[in-house]
Nanobody
Framework: EVQLVESGGGLVQPGGSLRLSCAAS????????IGWFRQAPGKEREGVSY???????YYSDSVKGRFAISSDNAKNTVYLQMNNLKPEDTAVYYC??????????????????RGQGTQVTVSS
């Protein structure tokens, strides 16, 4: 059974940083793209970033240059380092995963495996 467990959300002031973690289990880590989408109240899901096992990592334009995704294969964990946070980054962040063959065909927000979500609030 695929499991994704997020941690690391919280309240931070504008300009601050947070690091989200996603511990994955139940599948072969290298065979999946793992990423993050976010959803703010009243807004649509937005794909933020994903690791690409067969290419470069992806970042949405809204976070490019501020967020960085990385993975620790020994721990089966993916991290999302978020710097220079802005109030518009406030949302629930979900870790998601899809087999590489499927990830090529669908957007991040439709990856079939999802964690429980972690709240990120950027406010002064």
């Amino acid at each position: 059974e695929v499991q994704l467990v997020e941690s690391g959300g919280g309240l931070v002031q504008p300009g601050g940083s947070l690091r989200l973690s996603c511990a994955a289990s139940g599948f072969t880590f290298d065979d999946y793209n793992i990423g993050w989408f976010r959803q703010a109240p009243g807004k649509e899901r937005e794909g933020v970033s994903y690791t690409s096992r067969d290419g470069s990592p992806y970042y949405s334009d809204s976070v490019k240059g501020r967020f960085a995704i990385s993975s620790d294969n020994a721990k089966n964990t993916v991290y999302l380092q978020m710097n220079n946070l802005k109030p518009e980054d406030t949302a629930v962040y979900y870790c998601v995963a899809a087999p590489i063959w499927l990830a090529r065909e669908i957007p991040i927000s439709e990856y079939p495996n999802r964690g429980q979500g972690t709240q990120v609030t950027v406010s002064s």
